[in-house]
């Protein structure tokens, strides 16, 4: 399946967006990222925009009422534009029912606050669907690191959700690189997550992988960040 995208005109002044990452590894104006903090974690210098979340892996450690308590305290912090991230994960030691109360509240707080939902998953994806038809009013779930199958992609995107893709696209047989041809426009990101690369070269990579400019490619999610992180641009005029 060939991507449908739009024609943009060529701008090479539109910024990278990196929707997820654990680091302020650039201070250039060409680069907005959404810098991640887990429940109780202080932004780092530098950081302009920030995603807040209780991970499921945080539950291992305390109660789910220590970080529900750390985590409503900082929902006043200063950049903040997404809840997440968020999750489910059944490659972890803790049982399914004991994450989903927590992802449920997340959820259903980023819906009340008009905020986008980033999602840590592993191997849950039909109890994500699930979830998401039961939530009423449910705004727009990210995938973070996505680098499943494109059928996988393909249930995904047929019940709402965004996909953003990252260092696994440098693997040329991986499973994201054949997904991510799956994604309509409007409904991709791009990120850096924990790896230690910079956001265009996932770009460069993403655009090969689907036959655009890279020019194009950042209109394209700069498009896509401007509908769902409204926030952003409501803040910062």
Excluded: C
Excluded at 147 to 153: K, L, R, T
Excluded at 195 to 204: K, N, R, V, W
């Amino acid at each position: 399946m060939q991507l449908a995208l739009p024609l943009h005109p060529m701008n090479s002044d539109i910024p990278y967006i990196d929707l997820h990452t654990h680091q302020v590894g650039n201070k250039d104006s060409q680069v907005w990222q959404v810098v991640n903090l887990m429940a109780g974690e202080q932004p780092p210098d530098g950081a302009r925009f920030l995603s807040l979340g209780i991970h499921p892996w945080q539950l291992l450690h305390e109660k789910d009422t220590v970080f529900e308590y750390r985590f409503i305290r900082q929902l006043n912090l200063q950049g903040l534009v997404a809840i997440g991230e968020a999750g489910l994960d059944r490659a972890i030691g803790l049982p399914l029912y004991e994450q989903i109360p927590v992802f449920v509240m997340q959820a259903r707080l980023a819906a009340a606050l008009g905020l986008p939902l980033i999602i840590h998953a592993v191997r849950t994806i039909p109890e994500l669907i699930e979830l998401r038809k039961k939530i009423r009013d449910a705004g727009p779930w990210i995938i973070h690191g996505f680098n499943g199958q494109p059928e996988a992609a393909r249930q995904l995107l047929q019940h709402g959700f965004y996909l953003s893709f990252g260092e696994a696209l440098l693997q040329n047989n991986s499973k994201a690189a054949a997904a991510i041809r799956e994604v309509p426009s409007d409904r991709l990101f791009l990120e850096t997550d924990e790896a230690g690369i910079l956001i265009p070269e996932i770009y460069s990579v993403a655009a090969t992988l689907l036959d655009m400019h890279p020019d194009s490619l950042k209109s394209t999610i700069m498009a896509n960040f401007r509908k769902l992180f409204q926030k952003v641009f409501f803040d910062h005029g």
